[in-house]
């Protein structure tokens, strides 16, 4: 397994979808970028956290202050940092080798990780198809992809770089030494070290996919560490874009950003294209620099309009686990995407990966919370230009909490797609 870069070999593109006749490769309605790993999930087991925390002998005092992640002790009080506020997060660990040995310890899943492989495979439940970059291939990914979506992968040998998962539920418990935690709400960490995605080498030949596309995704990108080489590669993606219709939407996807300069390069770079700029609650909270209240209509759209001075897209999109809404210019066409978002979202929240497109209906019958329904008629009756949409009220015994930001991206591209 290849953990480097052989220039000399030509980057994977297979397998596209021709159209048998002309031999030119078919465009999809949806394309989704950049990145994409395999995901170790591990299930939560309380006997082996609390045995770790008394072998390395964790005390309360530990969990102040974040810290760099260079061992499985620091690993293991950054767990315990986020369970104790029910928060989620991702974060850089120093080597690949901390993630599969700590995931050694816990009965564990491989899965498809990444927002664009994710994104395809909640489209798929709905009858829809996306072209994919990757950056990363091994023979995990190429059996877990949609067998239906054309991709190209820039990486030029197999690599093997995994993230570890940790999802935890509500009311999880951690007692040992003196530490008592009760998780207060359910969530879920990312921790990863990825030189592909840290790279995030693109190939050229993905801007073929894009010319009848509706809409393109764009993310993965925080998880570089460079600045010159962002621009660099900001300035590959451009010259794909110039392939992109004009009337496609740009949706742009945040995440939990090595350096949060960044996000400013990245914004600056695509300003002329972004349509649509697209964040959860944590990653809300990292660039307000605080918490507010999901519930305060008041106290959120102050909050909107001071990212909307900052960051440059016709709409910002904000999606949580009690709605999700859109906010500036155009707002109100979203309304269809923000509601196939939630949907999707809350249906992969009750059923995992075994969802079905039964069960995507089930979830769309059911009303929103009656707190979520009173929020979404306050933000209407605020502002014209903020489109909300309430979520259903659920409460599974074995809630799912990975990838529901990339489920949410999925059920809004299909609504673009269609």
């Not at 695509?270 to 605080?290: F, H, I, K, P, W």
């Amino acid at each position: 397994m290849h953990r480097g870069d052989e220039s000399c070999l030509p980057p994977e593109v297979r397998p596209l979808q021709h159209d048998g006749k002309s031999g030119f490769v078919l465009s999809q309605r949806i394309a989704l970028g950049f990145g994409n790993n395999v995901d170790l999930e591990i299930a939560w087991d309380a006997e082996t956290i609390n045995n770790l925390v008394a072998d390395y002998a964790i005390v309360a005092a530990d969990l102040a202050g974040e810290r760099a992640i260079t061992n499985e002790r620091e690993l293991l009080i950054s767990i315990l940092r986020f369970v104790q506020t029910g928060r989620g997060g991702e974060r850089f660990v120093a080597h690949s080798g901390l993630i599969e040995h700590f995931a050694s310890r816990f009965q564990r899943k491989i899965s498809l990780g990444g927002s664009p492989p994710r994104a395809a495979i909640a489209m798929g439940k709905l009858g829809h198809t996306a072209a994919l970059h990757l950056v990363s291939i091994n023979d995990e990914i190429r059996q877990l992809l949609p067998a239906a979506c054309p991709w190209v992968c820039s990486n030029r040998r197999d690599s093997h770089y995994p993230h570890l998962i940790v999802q935890y539920a509500r009311g999880a418990t951690i007692q040992a030494n003196d530490i008592h935690i009760v998780a207060p709400a359910a969530n879920r960490l990312i921790y990863h070290c990825n030189a592909d995605n840290i790279t995030m080498r693109l190939n050229a030949d993905f801007a073929d996919l894009l010319t009848n596309a509706r809409a393109l995704l764009v993310s993965g990108f925080n998880a570089m560490q460079s600045a010159d080489l962002l621009i660099a590669r900001l300035e590959n993606l451009s010259e794909m874009l110039q392939k992109l219709p004009a009337e496609a939407v740009l949706f742009c996807e945040d995440g939990g950003y090595f350096d949060a300069k960044f996000r400013r390069i990245l914004q600056t770079q695509l300003v002329s294209r972004l349509d649509v700029y697209s964040m959860n609650e944590d990653e809300l909270a990292e660039q307000l620099g605080a918490r507010i209240p999901l519930d305060d209509a008041q106290a959120i759209l102050p909050a909107l309009d001071w990212l909307q001075g900052r960051i440059p897209a016709k709409t910002l999109v904000l999606h949580t686990n009690r709605w999700a809404l859109a906010h500036g210019g155009g707002a109100k066409r979203y309304d269809s995407a923000l509601r196939a978002g939630v949907t999707v979202a809350t249906t992969r929240y009750c059923h995992g990966d075994d969802w079905t497109l039964v069960d995507y209906q089930a979830m769309q019958a059911r009303p929103p919370s009656p707190a979520n329904a009173h929020f979404a008629e306050a933000i209407h009756a605020s502002r014209d230009d903020t489109c909300c949409v309430p979520v259903a009220t659920v409460a599974p015994t074995y809630p799912t909490t990975i990838g529901l930001g990339d489920a949410f991206v999925g059920g809004f591209m299909t609504a673009l797609a269609d």
